[in-house]
């Protein structure tokens, strides 16, 4: 293959289970299995110290904000850039541990250069080196959309992660 590519850091986790028939989802342990407490979700809203998202509602910038605003119930100070988003995700963690689960993670920021992909990971890994509690984001997929996610995030991790985003 080529050189190694780089390791997802420990907040970021890949699940490739298929779909639960009712729409639910369960959130992964650090183990790939079910994690204690993490429950069913019903129809893609709050679980427990966490939320989901839809990739297909976030394939641009505008509408991740979006999205994120919505499903993490965000400030109205929330200004929809990524400094905005580093602040936001900052306080939120003061309130106790965050788990985000993005479905059909494969299509997140899609439509996008995959810069942006890399500035939302700069901003996650900055937050998780800072918090107070824990963050952790679940990227789930079919287990055909993994490898070609892993790739895409491996190429973004080449380079930073964990440090301030610049202006965006």
Do not use: F, K
Not at 19 to 34: L, Y
Not at 82 to 104: H, I, S
């Amino acid at each position: 293959m080529g050189a190694a590519s780089p390791q997802a850091p420990a907040w970021l986790v890949y699940d490739g289970l298929p779909p639960e028939p009712d729409g639910g989802a369960v959130v992964p342990g650090s183990d790939g299995g079910p994690q204690p407490g993490g429950g069913a979700l019903a129809g893609g809203g709050a679980l427990p110290g966490g939320v989901l998202i839809h990739g297909t509602q976030a394939r641009a910038r505008a509408g991740l904000h979006e999205t994120l605003a919505g499903a993490l119930e965000l400030p109205g100070w929330y200004g929809r850039n990524w400094d905005a988003l580093a602040d936001a995700l900052a306080d939120r963690l003061d309130a106790g541990p965050l788990t985000v689960v993005v479905t059909d993670a494969a299509d997140l920021l899609a439509d996008e250069p995959p810069a942006q992909l890399g500035t939302l990971l700069d901003v996650l890994g900055a937050v998780a080196a800072g918090g107070h509690e824990t963050l952790r984001v679940v990227l789930r997929d079919h287990p055909d959309r993994l490898p070609a996610l892993r790739d895409r995030v491996a190429a973004v991790l080449g380079r930073r992660v964990g440090t301030p985003p610049s202006a965006g």
